[in-house]
């Protein structure tokens, strides 16, 4: 785990990515929320919950793109060993454990991610509501790891192992656009039911109500995202790590 947390930092490509992450969500945040685009109540008015609603759906969306295409970590995992693949394999560790190393060293950058995006939205909410940063930040973890497990799967099933640098693996790497759609497809849930929930607000169903369903429906789905893709990644490890050649 050491050398894949030093690979992650120590590396300018990798590093930048994550920082840019950590940088531009809290201020996208606070830009969007000061322009008044979070605000469509009348003026004069008070800020409605169906605002905050939609500004939970809509910060949840462009965090978890970010959570993505920022990791690039995971994206390029194993490929960035290189030609130090066959030495990885003649060593006497298990391929779920070289796996595993990887995966945490991922979602280091995930979590603060997660983290920075929880937090920038108690910041910029009109209502600070801290329990509700607390339900985006499992939101988040969660999709995070997904994003991990679908990179690193995606990664090993057709490593690019023949490069000059890191540059060169990670521009204009086609391979890698497919985790990326795949995340942005499940993200995009985040956003409809936010414009939804964001309509109806101040009808039938409380305002409480709808968050619940919101966090509810967005956990289960992450959930079941990250426990899919992990356990795809993990049952066909042996095979892909088995059969990867430099």
């Known amino acids: 785990i050491k050398k894949e947390i030093k690979c992650l930092f120590g590396n ?16 996208f945040c606070v830009i969007m929320s000061k322009s008044g685009n979070f605000d469509f109540t009348e003026e004069g008015k008070a800020v409605t919950m169906g605002t905050e609603l939609f500004l939970v759906g809509f910060v949840s969306y462009f965090v978890s793109i970010f959570l993505c295409s920022s990791n690039m970590y995971s994206l390029a995992g194993f490929s960035i060993e290189g030609q130090n693949i066959c030495l990885l394999k003649s060593m006497p560790i298990r391929p779920k454990d070289v796996l595993t190393a990887k ?12 983290i920075v995006g929880a937090i920038s939205y108690v ?5 600070h509501n801290p329990l509700v940063g607390l339900c985006l930040l499992v939101v988040f973890l969660l999709n995070g790891v997904a994003s991990s497990f679908i990179g690193l799967y995606n990664d090993i099933k057709k490593p690019v192992f023949k490069f000059d640098n890191i540059n060169e ?5 086609k391979k890698m656009i497919k985790p990326m759609l795949i995340d942005l497809s499940v993200s995009f849930i985040y956003l ?3 414009i939804v929930f964001a309509s109806i607000s101040g009808g039938k169903l409380s305002d409480t109500v709808l968050y619940v369903i919101f966090f509810a429906v967005s956990i289960v789905v ?6 899919v893709t992990g356990k795809k990644l993990y049952d066909n490890i042996d095979e892909y790590f088995e059969r990867a050649e430099a």
């Open 222 to 227: 992450n959930g079941l995202f990250a426990f």
């Open 169 to 173: 693996l990670t521009n204009n790497n």
């Open 12 to 27: 300018t490509q990798l590093f930048i990515g994550l920082i840019i992450g950590v940088v531009v969500v809290p201020v």
């Open 192 to 194: 409809i039911i936010g």
């Open 123 to 127: 910041a910029v909410s009109k209502f």
């Open 103 to 114: 995966v945490l060293a991922a979602n280091i950058g995930t979590a603060i991610i997660s």
